[in-house]
């Protein structure tokens, strides 16, 4: 599978992200690393952000066309610090 319909459905269930990237890592079509920094995950966790990654991605993930995904996710905003 081309990188394009895989960021097609991302930039469908993000269309606020910052950065969004897919890359085809070996060159065969089913071996991903994504990229999406969006607002969407403001406040969650990272097994909730990359829990939404993998909804965006069901049906290439239920079908077989991902065999394997690397992601990569962070909030649009940077965390706040706190001040001692």
């Known amino acids: 599978m081309a ?38 995950f403001d406040g969650l966790s990272l097994v909730e952000q990359h829990r939404l990654v993998y909804d965006a991605l069901g049906g290439p993930l239920a079908d077989g066309t991902i065999h394997e995904l690397r992601i990569k996710t962070r909030p649009s905003r940077p965390l706040a610090t706190q001040d001692g």
């Open 3 to 40: 990188t394009e319909p895989l960021r097609a459905l991302l930039a469908e269930a993000f269309p606020d992200a910052s950065e969004l990237d897919v890359e085809d890592r070996t060159g065969t079509g089913d071996h991903f690393q994504v990229t999406v920094a969006s607002a969407r």
